[in-house]
């Protein structure tokens, strides 16, 4: 088809889904929305709440120098674990709905103050974000319900740990709470061993996180991610995706928050996902249902599809950073209407439209993320990036100093492109970046390259 009349196609189709969704009684006038959050993540719902009819503001609570720069937004200065903070906002200010994107106020309790007010909110209450917020939780939880995952044991005394691991070679080792996706070690030897707990366990790298450590079979396979938008009953699905968590090119290195991802991932074909669906979303829902939690938002699936089948090797409570990106690129329904019947406790659309081709989202970082790095440096050549076709810079760790845009975080850009197919959007997502500089900045070169060898 001509990309001009697909293009047409795409946004009367958008154009149609939302106006039956205005129409709905679950809507009526335009809505203010406030979401949770500074990071790419943020930035890619943001940009794409902007393009809803259904929206008139958007506020989000911190932002970023780039956030605040998109259509409809306002950026407030509340952090994101300011939740009292963010439910008085969104109180006096009758918010519609609010989208969380961190998992650090999900698990502080943030839906279960809003619900408390009587604000709609997206994403899991207290009691559920435990599925991420607790690794020991999460594990105990799959076997106790019959989740395929790798077999372990949990410790809270870092001798038992060492001893345990070193017995049962090779293994991997996680900080049993938020640990900004850096929380896992991967040990092949006595030496990673050792590491492994020093970091964890005695230098507390991650803080009380690592007061308790999963220890658990290493799997073999290729990693992706399967996530869900659920009531806690019915669900519908994203398109699966693969992240990038080591930080150099070939995975290999230390493990980061995310270093780029892509949509969709062919590795999950219609016989896994049926699997997935069958044998991991439905059980871990029931399951939750059982423990008395009711699950109201985006539930992430971090699978090893290994010889025998998928396994789950985490979960998380929120849409994915930088999976995200790629999946707002390519979204084509109105996401609007199906978050708030969500928060509503009520899911009613059955399917999502997503448009044809895929997206590839590659992160730009600071140097010497994802140790110690430096911010404040001067960002250039973004203007240039952005009036690429079909390419959208989303800003995860930037500020704005007197207009100049510069560094404040680790992961600084997720520069994002959508083409007809994978290799054209790699190509396209790499042509972007290739316009962007600033001091020290590095990236990986492989984002969406296994597959291209796969398939």
């Known amino acids: 088809m001509n990309p001009v009349v697909e293009l047409w196609l795409s946004r009367l189709r958008r154009d149609n889904l939302a106006k039956k969704a205005s129409q709905s009684p679950l809507l009526g006038k ?5 979401v949770v959050g500074s990071g790419g993540r943020e930035d890619a719902l943001v940009w794409n709440l902007g393009q809803s009819p259904l929206v008139s503001k958007i506020y989000c609570g911190p932002g ?4 605040c720069s998109r259509p409809k937004t306002e950026c407030l200065s509340i952090k994101a674990d300011d939740i009292f903070g963010l439910a008085d906002f969104a109180q006096e200010n009758r918010i519609d709905l609010t989208i969380v994107g961190p998992e650090a106020p999900l698990v502080a309790g ?13 994403g899991p209450k207290k009691k559920a974000a435990q599925l991420e917020g607790s690794k020991i939780f999460a594990k105990n939880f799959m076997k106790k319900y019959g989740i395929p995952t790798a077999d372990f044991e949990n410790f809270s005394k870092p001798e038992k740990a060492k001893e345990y691991a070193l017995k049962n070679l090779p293994i991997v080792i996680k900080a049993d ?5 850096k929380g896992v070690v991967v040990c092949f030897n006595r030496d990673d061993v050792l590491k492994a707990i020093e ?5 507390k790298e991650f803080g009380v996180s690592g007061n308790r450590v999963v220890v658990e079979k290493f799997l073999e396979g290729e990693e992706a991610t399967f996530m869900i938008l659920t009531d806690g009953e019915k669900f519908i699905t994203l398109l699966p995706t693969q992240d990038h968590k080591a930080v150099f090119d070939g995975d290999k290195g230390e493990n980061t928050g995310g270093m780029g991802a892509y949509a969709p991932a062919p590795i999950i074909d219609a016989q896994i996902k049926k699997e997935v669906q069958e044998k991991i979303v439905k059980p871990c829902l029931a399951g939750l249902k059982k423990e008395r939690i009711i699950y109201k938002g985006c539930l992430y699936f971090g699978l090893m599809l290994t010889k025998t089948g998928p ?14 990106q790629p999946l707002m690129m390519l979204l084509e329904s109105d996401i ?24 590839v989202c590659v992160i730009m970082a600071a140097g010497g993320y994802p140790g110690k790095y430096e911010i404040g440096k001067e960002i250039k050549g973004l203007e240039e990036a952005e009036k690429m076709k079909d390419v959208v810079v989303f800003s995860a760790g930037i500020r704005k100093e007197n207009g100049i845009l510069k560094t404040a975080g680790g992961r600084v850009l997720g520069v994002t492109a959508r083409g007809r197919g994978l290799k054209e959007a790699i190509a396209l997502a790499y042509q972007a970046v290739a316009k962007i500089h600033f001091e020290g900045e590095h990236h990986r070169t492989d984002i969406g390259k296994k597959a291209l060898e796969k398939f």
């Open 30 to 34: 335009k809505m203010e929305i406030l």
């Open 199 to 203: 970091r964890l366990m005695l230098k």
């Open 110 to 122: 943030i839906s279960d103050l809003f619900e408390k007010r009587g604000l709609k909110i997206f």
């Open 336 to 359: 609007v209407p199906i978050l708030k019947e969500i928060a509503e406790g009520k899911l009613l659309t059955k399917e999502i439209r997503w448009r044809n081709g895929a997206a």
């Open 311 to 324: 396994r789950v090797l985490e979960f998380n409570c929120r849409f994915g950073d930088p999976e995200s």
């Open 64 to 67: 970023n120098g780039g956030i």
């Open 177 to 181: 709470g938020l640990a900004g996706g």
